[in-house]
């Protein structure tokens, strides 16, 4: 159970040498909602009239993101657009979204913070809605979504930790993306 998300970052993923190099972290925009729906491979062996086996397997996932707002830098770096020395965002037909991780928290009860990474994330361009003011306000707020896979350096699709922000792991959660496993204290 969860009652609150905030602290949205995104990081940039370069290939070096044919590895994945996941750059530091920087503020993606205010959280509004972040919904994560994952798909998996299922298969099932029957044998003497009775199931056997069954498996079940990550093969990737969808996060939609509903945010106060995307500013035009940010969204161009996250959808591999150009922005010109104008200010002027273009958007090309050649485009290609690079691949980032994606980082937030999610507030729990009595202070305790669930954080979260998603290894590796390629954005789709967000659909956009106008409308005119009339006798009462209303906010258009943008969501954009993306589909989420395993990384190639570790094969890990997310990280995942519950703590306090005053553990050592939350204090350096949007500092650098956690790829790596612990595997002494």
Do not use: C, H
């Amino acid at each position: 159970m969860t009652t609150g998300l905030k602290d949205l970052y995104f990081a940039p993923i370069t290939m070096t040498d044919g590895q994945e190099v996941w750059g530091t972290p920087a503020k993606l925009a205010e959280a509004i909602t972040a919904d994560l729906s994952v798909n998996v491979a299922e298969a099932t062996l029957y044998a003497d009239d009775a199931l056997n086996q069954s498996v079940k397997e990550f093969t990737s996932g969808t996060i939609k993101l509903g945010v106060a707002d995307l500013d035009a830098e940010t969204l161009a770096s996250v959808l591999g657009q150009a922005t010109d020395a104008a200010g002027i965002t273009w958007a090309s037909g050649d485009d290609v979204a690079p691949y980032v991780a994606v980082g937030f928290r999610a507030a729990k009860i009595n202070g305790i913070y669930r954080y979260i990474w998603l290894q590796k994330v390629q954005f789709k361009i967000p659909s956009e809605s106008f409308e005119t003011k009339g006798e009462s306000i209303s906010f258009k707020t943008p969501e954009i979504e993306g589909t989420f896979m395993k990384a190639i350096k570790n094969g890990m699709w997310k990280a995942d930790y519950t703590g306090l922000p005053t553990s050592a792991v939350a204090a350096s959660w949007f500092t650098s993306v956690k790829t790596e496993k612990v595997t002494s204290a």
